[in-house]
């Protein structure tokens, strides 16, 4: 009986130790994160009293955990919960519907886990964005409830299909040069006049600009990105106050481009609304949407994209393989 619990005590899944302790700002964000995760594979939504799979967020928290390097098991979790036939469909659609932002999105993961996109929950996603591309060089949806594609969805495919062998597409690199505005950056909804600049989706077309060799147009955008960035070094959605979505976002991109003065300024903002020992302890390592303090109904969104500014690492260069368990912050 001794030597059989022995025996059992070595194959002990990772779930049964404690999680690691990290003085790592970017470690701690996620490995808070990864806690949040429902049953340790995904996260939810829940509209009228109804709970639907958010695979959206999911997403982000995939992206998130390759950018820290960290809850590595984590991610294999979420991933193996997106590839559920069910969840795949119920995302990118079935049935005559088709969306281009869920596609890339989903594709861009699939590549970030080391999937393979031909077959990822049944679906072909590479040709299954293919075939979104219209003539025009934008990505759109087929939906009977409308086209819902923007600067995300567009910037997202060309990150996605620039990881494939056959590269982003020149047509759907051109469209999204010829979206952006007068003063240098980038719209997120197409033909819209006046052109107005937006935060969140220049800081996304800046990185598939970058990726795709479209390197002047790209910088064009961080100028902009630089001049409307606030002195505590945060990012505003429109007029409103500086927050972690819009900045993790920006520092992305600022260190994806070489914008390394802007980019520290940015990750400074986001740390400051970052919970820490004073906070409790359930808490911790988690990032506030702003500095009004810490609300558990807007920090997951609000970590998941400020970890990639932490890590200073962007979209077009995340990979998998990073450590396993969710990093506790320390604290004496």
């Not at 005590?9 to 990772?14: D, E, F, K, N, R």
């Not at 988690?286 to 810490?294: E, K, M, R």
Request: charged share 15%.
């Amino acid at each position: 009986m001794v030597a059989l619990l022995c025996g059992l005590s070595l194959i002990a899944p990772a779930s049964a130790y404690a999680d690691p302790v990290t003085h790592n700002r970017t470690d701690a964000a996620a490995g808070w994160l990864a806690r949040q995760l429902v049953d340790g594979e995904r996260f939810e939504a829940e509209f009228g009293g109804v709970t639907y799979p958010d695979q959206g967020l999911t997403i982000d928290a995939v992206f998130a955990f390759a950018a820290a390097r960290t809850a590595d098991d984590y991610a294999d979790r979420a991933v193996a919960w997106l590839a559920r036939p069910e969840i795949t469909a119920g995302y990118v659609g079935s049935g005559g519907e088709a969306y281009a932002g869920a596609h890339a999105k989903l594709l861009l993961a699939a590549l970030v886990a080391g999937e393979d996109p031909a077959s990822f929950g049944g679906v072909d996603l590479t040709a299954g964005l293919s075939a979104l591309l219209t003539s025009s060089g934008r990505f759109s949806d087929q939906s009977a409830f409308g086209d819902y594609s923007n600067a995300f969805s567009q910037s997202l495919a060309l990150l996605a299909l620039d990881r494939t062998s056959a590269g982003a597409p020149v047509s759907a690199v051109d469209f999204l040069v010829g979206a952006q505005c007068p003063d240098g950056g980038f719209p997120l909804d197409f033909g819209v006049t006046p052109c107005e600049s937006n935060v969140d989706s220049t800081a996304m077309v800046t990185q598939a600009l970058q990726a795709t060799g479209r390197h002047v147009k790209a910088q064009q955008g961080l100028s902009w990105l630089v001049g409307v960035q606030n002195v505590n070094g945060g990012f505003s959605y429109g007029t409103f106050a500086p927050n972690a979505n819009s900045t993790g976002l920006a520092a992305e991109a600022l260190f994806t481009g070489g914008r390394l003065a802007a980019g520290f300024k940015a990750r400074g903002f986001l740390k400051s609304l970052q919970v820490g020992c004073a906070g409790a302890v359930g808490d911790r390592g988690a990032v506030a949407y702003q500095a009004s303090g810490f609300d558990p109904g807007t920090a997951v969104r609000a970590t998941a994209q400020a970890v990639l500014g932490l890590a200073g690492v962007g979209l077009a260069h995340l990979h998998s393989g990073g450590s396993a368990g969710a990093p506790v912050l320390a604290c004496a």
